[in-house]
């Protein structure tokens, strides 16, 4: 029974870990806030809008402080800002910066994708309470778990050249029991490049093996198993003018 208790409180401990949100501290009181209020705050609290995207019926804008060194994403629902969660600097193109990154050479192989959407993932709850016990006539302690689905915005990003890819995780698409991972990457296995369709495996721990596949006419993604997501991509060059 003690092992039990332990486990269980293990697992709760995990979760709440694993469920947290990344919103920076300056913005989580935007959370919930209408679309057109929220922009104002932003602007006064010194981010400026880079770019924005649509996924489905969620859509997307994208943020950078100078001041903060910060790039955030927001996505937006019902006409409320839903998540604000922050992404790698890389991601953003604040105004006068990008016209001082020289332009890389062109390499077919090489490419960088960020992607925005859905994902969902299984969360575990701990409950106790007191059963009866018909054989001994009286009511005894209890402790059990149950697991449920979650669907969360997030994103994802991958990165591939020469045949290779590897792939960056948000918080909640990294299970609680995981392995391999170097700050959040995951190497991507049996990757597949063709002029429509991007395809490959990634492993987070001995039981989750899955399958990435990306179509590159649309800039869907789909990611199967759990965690699992869906979304739409961009190429990492904003300004390449097209997907990729």
């Not at 486990?7 to 990344?22: K, M, S, Y």
């Not at 922009?39 to 609290?45: F, I, L």
């Not at 790039?71 to 006068?96: F, K, L, M």
């Not at 698409?173 to 495996?201: F, K, N, Y």
């Amino acid at each position: 029974m003690t092992s039990r208790i332990l486990t269980v409180g293990l697992l709760a401990t995990l979760c709440v870990a694993t469920a947290q949100a990344q919103t920076p501290p300056d913005l989580a009181d935007l959370v919930g806030a209408r679309g057109a209020g929220g922009e104002t705050q932003m602007q006064a609290r010194g981010y400026q809008q880079v770019r924005a995207t649509r996924v489905r019926e969620q859509s997307w804008t994208f943020w950078w402080s100078d001041a903060q060194r910060a790039c955030v994403a927001i996505s937006t629902d019902d006409g409320r800002y839903a998540s604000i969660n922050r992404i790698p600097e890389q991601n953003c193109r604040p105004g006068g910066v990008a016209g001082d990154i020289p332009p890389r050479p062109h390499q077919p192989d090489a490419l960088t994708l960020i992607c925005y959407g859905q994902g969902e993932h299984a969360v575990f709850s701990s409950h106790s309470g007191y059963e009866w016990n018909d054989r001994r006539k009286h009511y005894e302690p209890t402790q059990r778990v149950e697991s449920a689905n979650e669907q969360f915005q997030t994103g994802v990003q991958f990165e591939f050249r020469d045949g290779r890819g590897r792939i960056h995780l948000s918080d909640k698409m990294i299970p609680p029991l995981h392995s391999g991972g170097v700050d959040g990457w995951w190497q991507l296995e049996d990757v597949q490049m063709s002029p429509d369709r991007i395809t490959a495996r990634y492993q987070v721990n001995g039981l989750n093996r899955l399958s990435v596949n990306i179509d590159r006419r649309t800039g869907m993604v789909e990611i199967k198993d759990k965690p699992g997501f869906v979304g739409k991509c961009d190429q990492g060059d904003w300004g390449a003018g097209r997907k990729f």
